[in-house]
């Protein structure tokens, strides 16, 4: 079992930044950020494999979103730069066993419960 607390949310203006952590009870094989605006779905943001730390993006926050962790304190971050407003939502970590940084939240058996980030414009 892991425990993910997300931490970091928060309201900021179009073109500023946030920085969202998440700190796991256990150590997990792969660690995503998703996320969820009004009225739409669930959506893989970032994710990063604790093997050789590969990333990926989804298209919307490539260039603008890095993900990072820190192993040894099973540590995530989610550094946000060049907000807009579409990317208001909430914020989800979550932890797979599996290894590999796929977006696909089926391949997540552990959630947080979400930090949220509002972008004004």
């Known amino acids: 079992q892991v425990q993910l607390v997300e931490s970091g949310g928060g309201s900021v203006q179009a073109g500023g930044s946030l920085r969202l952590s998440c700190a796991a009870s256990?150590?997990?094989?792969?660690v995503g950020w998703f996320r969820q605006g009004p009225g739409k779905e669930r959506e893989g943001v970032a994710a990063i494999s604790s093997f050789g730390g590969s990333e990926s993006y989804a298209d919307s926050v490539k260039g603008r979103f890095t993900i990072s962790r820190d192993v040894a304190t099973n540590m995530v971050y989610l550094q946000m730069n060049g907000l807009k407003p579409e990317d208001t939502a909430k914020y989800y970590c979550a932890a797979g066993w599996a290894s590999g940084r796929t977006l696909s939240p089926d391949e997540y058996q552990y959630w947080g419960q979400g930090t949220q980030v509002t972008v004004s414009s």
């Open positions: 256990a150590y997990a094989a792969k």
